[in-house]
């Protein structure tokens, strides 16, 4: 990736790749940045695209204010993290397939604030529930684990797989016993996405 067309063609590429993810979330924007070796991109996710199939991206999560208490803790959402989760998943094994890599993928993940606070949050399940357990920091630890690149770009399952061990270990901290929405066998629990269908392929 030394020349522009390089880039664009590889981040044309990429575009397509994410667009098959579970979730319509990954819409990485042009222009395609300079870099040594690598596409960089803005939008959402923002990012860099690696020659040697390496990925990194950055997405916003969905932290609010409470608007019974504007002084408290935000609230993080958890159902969308999952989703969008899974979908980074997808769009990182793809690049990596895409480029000729091979073998097991690692991956690692954190949660960070624009703010830099270590204020607590309120962990919520969905945008419909009202309880929520005491607040909790953000995870300070990223959540790390491997999982094979081939068939984590190729089954849907396989990536479901591999978010839900991500999110189970980045989550742990703040007491959830469990994913949402996400399940260890790879299956996306539908009948708890009230509200949530538009976003879901």
């Given at each position: 990736?030394?020349?522009?067309?390089?880039r664009?063609a590889?981040?044309?590429?990429?575009?397509k790749?994410a667009?098959?993810?579970?979730t319509?979330?990954?819409q990485?924007?042009?222009?395609v940045l300079?870099g040594?070796?690598?596409v960089?991109f803005?939008?959402?996710p923002t990012?860099q695209?690696?020659?040697?199939?390496?990925?990194y991206?950055?997405?916003?999560?969905?932290l609010?204010s409470?608007?019974?208490?504007?002084?408290?803790?935000?609230?993080?959402?958890?159902?969308?993290?999952?989703?969008?989760?899974?979908?980074l998943?997808q769009?990182?094994?793809a690049?990596?397939?895409e480029?000729?890599?091979?073998?097991?993928l690692?991956?690692?993940?954190?949660?960070h604030?624009f703010?830099?606070?270590?204020?607590?949050?309120?962990?919520?399940?969905?945008?419909?529930?009202?309880h929520?357990?005491?607040?909790?920091?953000?995870?300070?630890?990223p959540?790390?684990?491997?999982?094979?690149?081939s068939?984590i770009?190729t089954?849907?399952?396989?990536a479901?797989?591999?978010?839900y061990?991500?999110?189970s270990?980045?989550?742990?901290?703040?007491?959830?016993?469990?994913p949402h929405v996400?399940?260890?066998?790879?299956?996306?629990?539908i009948?708890?996405?009230?509200g949530?269908q538009?976003?879901?392929?």
């Open positions: 990736m030394t020349t522009r067309v390089d664009d590889a981040f044309d590429r990429f575009v790749l667009g098959n993810g579970v319509t979330n990954v990485p924007a042009r222009p300079v040594r070796r690598q960089r803005e939008g959402v990012g695209l690696h020659q040697d199939g390496s990925f991206a950055a997405m916003p999560i969905n609010q409470d608007h019974t208490n504007d002084d408290g803790p935000k609230r993080l959402f958890q159902r969308g993290l999952e989703l969008d989760l899974v979908a998943v769009a990182a094994a690049w990596a397939a480029t000729g890599s091979a073998g097991d690692m991956l690692s993940v954190a949660l604030r703010d830099d606070s270590d204020k607590p949050v309120h962990l919520i399940v969905s945008e419909h529930a009202f929520h357990g005491p607040a909790t920091p953000i995870p300070a630890v959540a790390q684990t491997t999982g094979d690149l068939a770009a089954d849907q399952r396989e479901v797989v591999v978010a061990a991500l999110v270990d980045l989550l742990a901290d703040m007491g959830a016993h469990e996400l399940t260890p066998e790879g299956k996306i629990l009948d708890r996405l009230k949530f538009h976003s879901v392929r």
